[in-house]
């Protein structure tokens, strides 16, 4: 194949999104970390889904279920925020419209982290 | 800046009503549907942990929905869309490391996902009705 490269390969500091590969990097840690985190969480949701709440209250507050349900939170909520962030600037192209698009879909990866990690701490301390 | 006879040699991009879709190009799609549409699914997830942390009568109106055969449905194909997203993630992972490009080594690569997450799926839930 004949040589395509342009001048543009050569992306001077950190590049046109000013971090650099730094979410490259982040995208691949957190899909490592969300592997095991999961394949656990979909055996755990086939455990106790149609389970009386008693029994649902008991396993999701234990304390080992509940750190890994944290964990898991966190690694799925930002490495969602990234993928959409990458959906977002290749669809939506006016500037204005992109950034408030960014920032709703970062509200909201914020949003659900926060509200589920609530709950699972009011499961673990409060019942 | 690149001159005219270097775009004339770029390949045309394909028309995509009168191509033959290669398995590739499929995943490629299916793994940034399944991952927008789990960006999504987390709602179901915050919705279920909240009820089940407000009291029982909102628990009772996700767990009897998510009981039902229509909730089980939805759990089962929001399972697969995990896996299916989870070992298309891999592939790329494999892919960063500049292997497993060739033609052969992609398409077998493509089905493997498509097969894998099916046959994952299935696995997981009997590890999880064998556990319960």
Same mark, same amino acid.
């Given at each position: 194949m004949a040589d395509m490269t342009t001048p543009l390969r050569r992306v001077r500091h950190l590049g046109a999104a000013h971090d650099g590969t730094s979410h490259f990097w982040r995208q691949r840690l957190t899909a490592a970390a969300n592997v095991p985190l999961v394949i656990g969480f979909i055996i755990l949701i086939v455990v106790v889904v149609g389970r009386p709440r008693s029994e649902v209250v008991a396993i999701l507050g234990s304390p080992f279920v509940a750190l890994f349900l944290i964990l898991m939170i966190v690694s799925i909520s930002i490495h969602m925020r990234i993928g959409m962030q990458v959906i977002i600037e290749d669809y939506v192209h006016g500037e204005g419209r992109k950034v408030t698009m960014l920032a709703a879909s970062t509200f909201f990866a914020v949003a659900i982290a926060a509200v589920s990690i609530f709950a699972i701490l009011k499961l673990a301390f409060g019942g | 800046m690149p001159s005219v006879e270097m775009k004339a040699s770029r390949p045309l991009s394909p028309h995509l009503?009168?191509?033959?879709?290669?398995?590739?190009?499929?995943?490629?799609?299916?793994?940034?549907?399944?991952?927008?549409?789990?960006? @999504?699914?987390?709602?179901?997830?915050?919705?279920?942990?909240?009820?089940?942390?407000?009291?029982?009568?909102?628990?009772?109106?996700?767990?009897?929905?998510?009981?039902?055969?229509?909730?089980?449905?939805?759990?089962?194909?929001?399972?697969?869309?995990?896996?299916?997203?989870?070992?298309?993630?891999?592939?790329?992972? @494999?892919?960063?490391?500049?292997?497993?490009?060739?033609?052969?080594?992609?398409?077998?690569?493509?089905?493997?996902?498509?097969?894998?997450?099916?046959?994952?799926?299935?696995?997981?839930?009997? @590890?999880?009705?064998?556990?319960?």
């Amino acid at each position: 194949m004949a040589d395509m490269t342009t001048p543009l390969r050569r992306v001077r500091h950190l590049g046109a999104a000013h971090d650099g590969t730094s979410h490259f990097w982040r995208q691949r840690l957190t899909a490592a970390a969300n592997v095991p985190l999961v394949i656990g969480f979909i055996i755990l949701i086939v455990v106790v889904v149609g389970r009386p709440r008693s029994e649902v209250v008991a396993i999701l507050g234990s304390p080992f279920v509940a750190l890994f349900l944290i964990l898991m939170i966190v690694s799925i909520s930002i490495h969602m925020r990234i993928g959409m962030q990458v959906i977002i600037e290749d669809y939506v192209h006016g500037e204005g419209r992109k950034v408030t698009m960014l920032a709703a879909s970062t509200f909201f990866a914020v949003a659900i982290a926060a509200v589920s990690i609530f709950a699972i701490l009011k499961l673990a301390f409060g019942g | 800046m690149p001159s005219v006879e270097m775009k004339a040699s770029r390949p045309l991009s394909p028309h995509l009503f009168i191509y033959r879709w290669p398995v590739t190009m499929v995943m490629s799609i299916l793994h940034r549907i399944t991952g927008a549409a789990l960006y @999504v699914g987390t709602a179901l997830l915050a919705w279920w942990l909240v009820a089940a942390a407000t009291g029982e009568r909102a628990f009772a109106s996700a767990n009897g929905f998510l009981g039902s055969w229509l909730g089980l449905l939805i759990l089962f194909g929001y399972s697969w869309t995990i896996l299916h997203h989870m070992l298309g993630g891999i592939r790329h992972l @494999v892919w960063d490391f500049g292997v497993g490009l060739g033609k052969g080594t992609r398409d077998m690569l493509a089905w493997a996902n498509l097969i894998g997450s099916a046959g994952l799926t299935v696995l997981l839930w009997a @590890v999880g009705l064998a556990v319960r």
